[in-house]
């Protein structure tokens, strides 16, 4: 075996690198009126990054270069494809009472 | 990097306990109650169970209301938590400290932000991440570089040997030159890996290289199926580079890189 495979969490790095900002964020500090569950009012914004170009992205990688930033080039997070951080944005409201 | 607070609700009501609240560790299709195990975050050995709405839980373990930093223990803990159940679940993870004051808030968030979940739950079914980080010696392909690229050999040694009346431009033209020619042999590898690896990816998310080392920081979404496939394309081409680029592979993770759903809840208005 070349290389192993270790499992998540034995590297903090990239642990950190995951958990802080990645996954289901909650973005602002807030706070709910909530008495019982007869009342809430709750806006969510979800903004979900669309599989869709994800694997939009992983088709062209590869056909469109440069896919790399070499170390001394100017680096840019998320790569080439722009069609990448297109998000798809869903507004929600949920009322009860 | 700041942490930014998440602690959500409101617990005015003091009848509840004031102080204890939900830590919320990620999201999962399943009507079942469930156990994880005594292993959730502050070191009380909470236990790790769910709050389900719907269909979908939310694993979470009881908590004092209070902001975590993510402090070595408290990320693994986190991180643990989710592995273990990564192991049976398709799982939406939560991004690090997300506390709710009550059960109820939790319910809440399940029932609001319900279609988006699932959408991203049935996207993500059987799916898992690998993380894939290259690295190779600046110095060693700077050498090589050197040998390699013919004008670039010849202008060193230009420089070198004092040929030149003026040896700033040079210098400055040199140095552009092995910039061009190290970025070029950066691209290839890293194209050939992908070429290597993205046959059996469903999707790659390529992340910013962290210092001058590393030339790719990318992460995989696979089919559970097909991990042992995957594992087999990564020695293949970790060992066609052994010697020259060193990987580290890490995984079975949750798809954090994949998933991105942003929650802002927002007082909306005085509720009748």
Redesign the interface.
């Known amino acids: ?12 790095i ?24 007869d ?11 669309s ?1 869709d170009t ?2 939009k ?2 088709e062209a ?2 056909i469109t ?9 100017p ?6 494809a722009p069609t ?1 951080r297109t ?1 798809v944005e ?1 507004r ?4 009860e ?1 | ?1 700041t ?11 003091t009848e509840r306990t004031p102080d204890e609240g939900k830590y919320v560790y ?2 999962i299709e399943c009507a079942a109650p469930q156990s994880f195990g005594r292993m959730g975050i502050g070191g009380r050995n909470d236990e790790v169970c769910t709050i389900e709405h719907g269909g979908l839980s939310a694993v979470v373990s009881n908590t004092p209301v209070v902001v975590y930093d ?1 402090t ?1 223990e408290n ?2 803990t ?3 938590v989710i ?1 273990t159940v990564l192991r049976e679940f398709t799982v ?5 400290g ?1 506390i709710f ?2 059960h ?2 939790v ?3 399940l ?3 319900a ?2 979940l699932r ?2 739950l049935q ?2 079914e059987g799916k898992i991440e ?2 894939l980080k290259v690295n190779w010696d ?1 110095e060693t392909v700077l050498k090589q570089v050197e040998e390699e690229t013919e004008e670039i050999r010849r202008l060193k040694e230009e420089i070198l040997t004092n040929r030149l009346t003026s040896t700033y431009f040079a210098r400055m033209q040199l140095g552009r030159m092995v ?1 061009r020619a ?6 290839a ?3 050939e890996i ?2 290597q690896l ?1 046959g059996c ?9 962290i ?6 920081n990318a992460a995989f ?1 696979i089919e559970r199926e097909r991990a042992a496939e995957f ?1 087999d394309q ?2 293949e081409i ?2 066609k580079y ?1 010697g020259r680029l060193r ?8 798809p ?14 005085v ?2």
């Open positions: 075996m070349v290389v192993e495979r270790h499992s998540g969490g034995t590297s903090l990239d642990v950190l690198d995951r958990v802080l900002d990645k996954g289901i964020v909650i973005d602002a500090w807030v706070r709910i009126s909530l008495v019982g569950i009342l809430i009012t709750v806006e969510a914004r979800i903004v979900v990054a599989i994800y694997l992205y992983a990688v590869g270069s440069p896919i790399a930033r070499a170390p001394l080039g680096a840019r997070e998320g790569g080439a990448e998000v869903r929600e409201t949920t009322r009472g | 990097m942490v930014e607070e998440h602690v959500v609700g409101y617990g005015a009501d990620c999201i993510p070595r990320a693994l986190h991180e643990h592995e939406i993870p939560m991004s690090f997300a004051r009550t109820d808030d319910v809440e968030f029932k609001d932000t279609d988006a959408d991203v996207k993500m690998f993380g600046p910039e190290m970025s070029e042999a950066s691209d590898y890293v194209r992908y070429d993205r990816a469903i999707a790659s998310r390529h992340n910013k290289p210092g001058d080392k590393m030339i790719l979404l594992d990564v020695q970790a060992r052994e990987f580290q592979y890490t995984g079975p993770w949750p954090y890189n994949f998933v991105n759903i942003h929650l802002k809840l927002e007082r909306a208005g509720a009748s």
